[in-house]
Structures are given as C-alpha cells and as structure tokens.
Nanobody, 115 residues
Framework: QVQLVESGGGLVQPGGSLRLSCAAS????????MGWYRQAPGKQRDLVAL???????NYADSVKGRFTISRDNAKNTVYLQMNSLKPEDTAVYSC?????????WGQGTQVTVSS
C-alpha cells in the first residue's frame, strides 16, 4: 500500500553535506514511524535515524549530532540532512515505513564520501 522513492545521494568530500529525500506515494506518511537505514558493502543494514508521527526522533550513535531526520507532511516527504560526512558514512541509504504488519522499503540511494 506504500511506495517510497529515495533521492539526493551522490559523491561528496569528507566534511561535506547531503540531503536525502524519501517521497511517499500517498499522504499517509505521518501515520507511520519512518526511518532511514544504510548498508555498506559486506555489512548488515543498520538503522540511521527514525521519526514518529509526533516527531519524536532517534539516531544511531555514529551519526548523532551530524544527521537530522525531518518530515514535510504537505509534500509527503521525509528528509535526512547529513552534515560533516565521513568516509565511513558511505553506503546505500534506504527509506523505511514501519507498520504493524510489515515494513515498506524504497529502492535506496548511494552515498559515497571520498576525496
């Protein structure tokens, strides 16, 4: 019932910034816990940040203070602002909508942090 499309990834130098976007196909984003996950080659997929319907947020320790998750209900879009990027942030970043029955995922967007 939920379609998610990520965008905004790319190549950036260490210390730089990117903003990822996750657009939902329906105006129901605010009813679910939304999260950003990332997976580097050969590594497991880990939670980066999440936001609830009442805008409570949570972050992985590795990104706390550098990344900010936010929501624009009018645009049906969740964002991940990434600042002070490090090479270890390189991964495919995926948007997730968590429901009681299942999780919905976008196709992912590549973020590469390199000089």
């Amino acid at each position: 019932q939920v379609q998610l499309v990520e965008s905004g990834g790319g190549l950036v130098q260490p210390g730089g910034s990117l903003r990822l976007s996750c657009a939902a196909s329906r105006s129901i984003l605010r009813f679910y816990v939304m999260g950003w996950y990332r997976q580097a080659p050969g590594k497991q997929r880990d939670l980066v940040a999440l936001i609830t319907s009442d805008d409570t947020t949570n972050y992985a320790d590795s990104v706390k203070g550098r990344f900010t998750i936010s929501r624009d209900n009018a645009k049906n879009t969740v964002y991940l602002q990434m600042n002070s990027l490090k090479p270890e942030d390189t991964a495919v970043y995926s948007c997730n909508a968590h429901t009681p029955s299942r999780d919905y995922w976008g196709q992912g967007t590549q973020v590469t942090v390199s000089s």
